[in-house]
């Protein structure tokens, strides 16, 4: 038995990935760090989306 996210609590973790995928493309951060941040979301995605709004954004 696993942990599942459905319903509107997973839709809302799909927009705020998304939201980061886009603003992490958008910055001016060089190639590899793009890369490790999504590397960082897709690998852990509920701390690496806190990471990212902490650390992430300029």
């Known amino acids: ?31 590899l760090g793009k890369v490790l941040w999504v590397v960082l979301i897709l690998l852990l995605p509920v701390f690496g989306l806190i990471i990212w709004l902490l650390f992430g954004p300029s």
């Not at 459905?6 to 990935?17: D, N, T």
């Open 1 to 31: 038995m696993g942990i599942e996210v459905g319903g509107l609590l997973g839709l809302l973790h799909l927009i705020v990935v998304v939201y980061a995928f886009i603003k992490i493309v958008q910055s001016n951060a060089g190639t």
